[in-house]
Nanobody, 128 residues
Framework: QVQLVESGGGLVQAGDSLRLSCVAS????????VAWFRQAPGKEREFVAAIRWPGTNTYYADSVKGRFSISRDSAKNTVYLQMNNLKPEDTADYYC?????????????????????WGQGTQVTVSS
């Protein structure tokens, strides 16, 4: 069993940066595909970014390309989401998710049903 705990959220102004962390316990997630999703108030949860396994390819939603970056620190059993140039529309609860198995394509990465473990989320609020 894998437990995921997100942190790093907060209240920031437009243009600021935040780095979210997803720390895993129970098992190493160095060989798991991991993704970040977000859910804004009144909206459905949506894909943000993913890092695949095997390999190190990353995938991003169009809305965050060029501003967000996902990375993995296997030694710390942690996946990060660096968020730069934040916009008010980035306001949401951010969740990390891990899949016990391989993942090869963007289509696989964006499907929430493909993930086996989820964290409780961290809130990000961006003021204009």
């Amino acid at each position: 069993q894998v437990q995921l705990v997100e942190s790093g959220g907060g209240l920031v102004q437009a243009g600021d940066s935040l780095r979210l962390s997803c720390v895993a316990s129970g098992r190493t997630i160095s060989t798991y595909p991991v993704a970040w999703f977000r859910q804004a108030p009144g909206k459905e949860r949506e894909f943000v970014a993913a890092i695949r396994w095997p390999g190190t390819n990353t995938y991003y939603a169009d809305s965050v390309k060029g501003r967000f970056s996902i990375s993995r620190d296997s030694a710390k059993n942690t996946v990060y989401l660096q968020m730069n140039n934040l916009k008010p529309e980035d306001t949401a609860d951010y969740y990390c998710a891990a899949r016990q198995g391989v993942m090869f394509t963007l289509a696989q990465a964006t499907a929430q049903a493909n993930y086996d473990y989820w964290g409780q989320g961290t809130q990000v609020t961006v003021s204009s």
